[in-house]
């Protein structure tokens, strides 16, 4: 029954090549055509590398940072950091002042922007509060640029955030207003760099040497970079494929096809992603190389067949015939495999791995449709060639690999139970490394240190505090809220416990504004720096906070005094110290806090710990999906479930193996390796597949040998 039913496939693949052959010039002018098509879908293509595009509809980290927004604006903002050996020089300050002006006027979307020239200062008068800005004018007499210095440097909420301790750092933080959603602009936030870049550029702001970091910053320049990686990591894939296809393919035919057959599949797919309404993101790095794997092993199989086929005396056609007969079927498998492979994304609950997901399977289908395409026409013309015709003139290009074939068998064959002894220490060797790994979600420590950019975070981690931030909202359920002296203390003491924190640079809240304000009422006395006792003093000093001309409230509380914003500044942390931080704060919260007040986390901080999370849930997820889709097919095709799972153990241990690399050599798992799963068994399958589905009697073991070896 086997056998017949392998005789009606090989009909039908040698009926559709005999067809393919015959209107091989409609084949290629739809191939044409069909280019033509994608090449416009690419247009308006855009990079989105946001931190929501890493959650579906719905997902509770959303629903946060939107809420957040709703009360309290947009919490992206850029940094700009300047290092001198003094900042407070008259030249220094003016040019700082003027690169603040044109900052100002010309960055689009910035809804605020603060530095030591215009940062509010608040202060005691004879006559009540007086909050003005710190340098209102440049003092050029010493004793006055003195006095500004010292208070700038005795302000606390001033240090590590607009200014150093050693006073040789300065900073101008711009923040940015909510971006527009109404599809005018499909990134707006990738407007924000370039416009900052081009203010530096200008020659009379060269001196300041600026350091620049923040949410737009790395959204427009890791955007860049991974463009960029994308065509390196690409040309360097297709190099390197390019020298063993020359060794294989025998000859520049057997390289510009399978090259061509990629090129294609990457444009069509890439197109397919505008067509279906997708932006790109971080994980189109790993689709050219999936791509190169997937569409040279189809074509290498054909190839390599069609040559064995011309080697025993065949005419092109009939070669060709036949060549479909024998591997078309294994192609059609594989594909099936690794398109089950991918789609077993789909059970991931972020989105760029679900739509990976659906355009890696396009793309797997559109390189075996251009394979089955392009390979009957340019292998259907050209002259003979008798050194491979007459088996006489025929000589053996692969005695190594002959050679080395054998000795794997003899070894494979003679000693099973030594092969059996190794493969099981090397699988426990592996799963002691596995569980070395550490998921990574934070962008910034994915990025080499040799990058400016990882370098700008770098030093503001060094000289400024930290460049991450977390934000916490405290909901005291009714207006007014915030004012009462019971929650302010027990908020107090919270900050204080984030504040003393030893992952925490710095925190800003109401508490700040509320405490100067009584300090300024007691003639700056310090020992007033502290939460009033009743509600009627709260309420006046906020009252007369607003009416001196302080205009910070609506960024630290809600319009009804309901709700309080806490914000946590802290070094680039890595995702187990994120973690913990959180734990910290969520423990000390609810001892703090009684029913009555919800505390919750978000920002930039707390995406890194969601989407650490998810990854962790993902990499489970979709192993044990693809596991099982994949394990499905294979005892589908082989119409065996003891033959479908042992073909599955090959196939499990390239994820084992490399997974314990990855623990022993302390490679954190990201979001790009996250998939390596899945990739490994959709790849690796397609070996099994050829070992076992090809007719044996009918194909040599070398041959099916190293067409797996150009898909490796």
């Excluded at 030591?116 to 710190?134: C, F, P, Q, S, T």
Aim: net charge negative.
């Amino acid at each position: 029954m086997k056998t017949k039913n392998n005789d009606l496939w090989q009909r039908f693949f040698s009926s559709l090549a005999d067809k393919l052959l015959r209107f091989r010039w409609l084949g290629i002018i739809a191939v044409v055509l069909l280019t033509v098509f994608f090449s416009y879908q690419m247009q308006g293509l855009k990079f989105d590398n946001s931190n929501e595009i890493w959650f579906v509809e719905g997902d509770r980290s959303l629903d946060l940072i939107d809420k957040f927004r709703d009360i309290f604006g947009n919490d992206d903002f850029v940094v700009l950091l300047f290092e001198s050996e003094n900042f407070f020089e008259p030249e220094n300050i003016r040019r700082i002042g003027r690169l603040a002006e044109a900052m100002e006027a010309e960055v689009p979307y910035l809804r605020d922007m603060t530095w030591l020239g215009n940062v509010e200062y608040i202060e005691g008068i004879e006559d009540g509060v007086k909050i003005h800005e710190l340098l209102e004018t440049v003092p050029d007499d010493r004793e006055e640029m003195a006095e500004v210095r010292e208070k700038a440097l005795s302000e606390p909420t001033y240090l590590n955030s607009l200014i150093s301790a050693d006073g040789q750092v300065a900073a101008i933080i711009l923040e940015m207003e909510k971006y527009p959603e109404d599809g005018d602009t499909l990134d707006p936030k990738s407007e924000i760099s370039p416009s900052i870049r081009k203010i530096l550029a200008r020659p009379e702001f060269a001196p300041l040497n600026a350091y620049v970091a923040g949410g737009p910053i790395m959204h427009h320049d890791y955007s860049e970079i991974a463009g960029r990686e994308t065509r390196n990591f690409m040309g360097l894939c297709l190099l390197i494929q390019m020298a063993i296809l020359l060794w294989v393919g025998r000859g520049v035919r057997g390289v510009f096809v399978p090259i061509s057959i990629v090129f294609l599949s990457v444009l069509w797919t890439i197109g397919a992603i505008g067509l279906m309404g997708f932006t790109l993101n971080m994980m189109i790095i790993i689709l050219p190389s999936l791509l190169i794997c997937v569409g040279i092993g189809d074509s290498m199989h054909f190839i390599a067949e069609y040559q064995d086929q011309c080697d025993k005396g065949l005419a092109r056609r009939k070669a060709m015939l036949k060549t479909f007969a024998m591997v078309g079927l294994p192609c059609l498998l594989t594909t099936l495999t690794t398109m089950g492979a991918f789609l077993s994304f789909l059970t991931v609950r972020i989105k760029p791995f679900r739509e990976l997901g659906l355009y890696a399977s396009v793309g797997v289908v559109t390189a075996l449709v251009l394979t089955f395409i392009l390979i009957p026409f340019f292998y259907s013309f050209g002259k003979k060639n008798a050194r491979i015709t007459n088996p006489a003139n025929q000589k053996n290009r692969y005695d190594a690999f002959d050679r080395l074939l054998a000795r794997v068998h003899w070894i494979v064959t003679s000693g099973p139970g030594w092969v059996v002894a190794f493969f099981v220490i090397l699988a426990l060797v592996s799963i002691a490394g596995a569980l070395k790994i550490q998921v990574e979600s934070n962008t910034a420590k994915m990025l080499s240190q040799k990058l400016p950019l990882r370098q700008a975070y770098d030093f503001i981690d060094e000289r400024m505090g930290g460049s991450m931030s977390m934000e916490i909202m405290l909901y005291t359920g009714k207006t007014d809220g915030v004012k009462e002296p019971a929650f302010l203390k027990k908020m107090d003491a919270l900050q204080d416990f984030v504040d003393k924190h030893p992952l925490t640079t710095k925190t800003t809240s109401v508490l700040d504004v509320i405490k100067k304000m009584r300090r300024a009422m007691h003639n700056n006395d310090q020992e007033f720096y502290n939460v009033p006792e009743t509600l009627e003093a709260v309420s006046q000093y906020l009252f007369m906070y607003e009416t001196s001309g302080g205009d910070q409230l609506d960024k630290l509380v809600g319009f009804d005094y309901d709700i309080a914003r806490l914000t946590v500044k802290t070094r680039t942390l890595c995702t187990a110290d994120v973690r913990k931080f959180m734990r910290d704060v969520e423990d000390f919260s609810r001892k703090t806090f009684d029913d009555s007040v919800s505390v919750e986390m978000t920002g930039a901080l707390t995406w890194v710990k969601a989407l650490n999370d998810k990854i962790g849930e993902g990499v489970k997820y979709s192993f044990i999906a693809v596991l099982f889709a994949v394990g499905a097919l294979m005892i589908i095709f082989l119409r065996s479930v003891k033959l479908g799972l042992i073909s599955m153990i090959p196939n499990v241990f390239p994820i084992l193996i490399t997974l314990g690399f990855m623990g022993f050599a302390g490679i954190y798992l990201d979001m790009p390796l996250m998939c390596c799963s899945a990739i490994i068994i959709g790849v690796a399958v397609d070996d099994t597949i050829h070992f076992l589905v090809v007719p044996t009697k009918q194909c040599r073991f070398r041959n099916t040998a190293m067409s797996c070896f150009a898909n490796t």
